[in-house]
């Protein structure tokens, strides 16, 4: 009689820790999704503050121009590898956010600018190439001779 009474005691054991391992396994299949939508987000949070620096950079640059001629003069100087044509920078940049080839590229950060009048315009866009969305955009007006205004 007390022979059965500890296979019940032992199966039951055993059901108990059957019970905890698959209640660890599943909370660990919920963290281990929280953990991986965190990367994302921190791989996304670098990318965004790496583009608003560079457009930053841009901006800057816009606000201390006094001409069109040396805007484009620093930003050669700035990007001396890339060639600027009809007031247009493209740039590609790969996920870990090195200068790439348009074929290996995730983002596209293009810097468009203009002169009317006294007035130099200056647009920096980032496109995610996975999504074709418009990951990050800044424009950038400045009066030559003048302050910026960034609206």
Known sequence: MN?????HSSSLFLLELVIAIV???LCSAVSLQFFAKAHLWNKEAKA???FSNECSMAA???GISSSLEDFEKQLQNLYPDTPIKNGSLLLSYDDLLKPCSSCDERFLYSLT???QEEMLYVTMEVTDTNNSSIFF???SIHHIGGASYAP
């Open 3 to 7: 022979h059965k009474h500890e296979t």
């Open 23 to 25: 209640i660890f396994a």
């Open 48 to 50: 965004l503050h790496f």
């Open 60 to 62: 800057e640059i816009c």
């Open 113 to 115: 600018f203009s002169q």
């Open 137 to 139: 955009n800044l424009e």
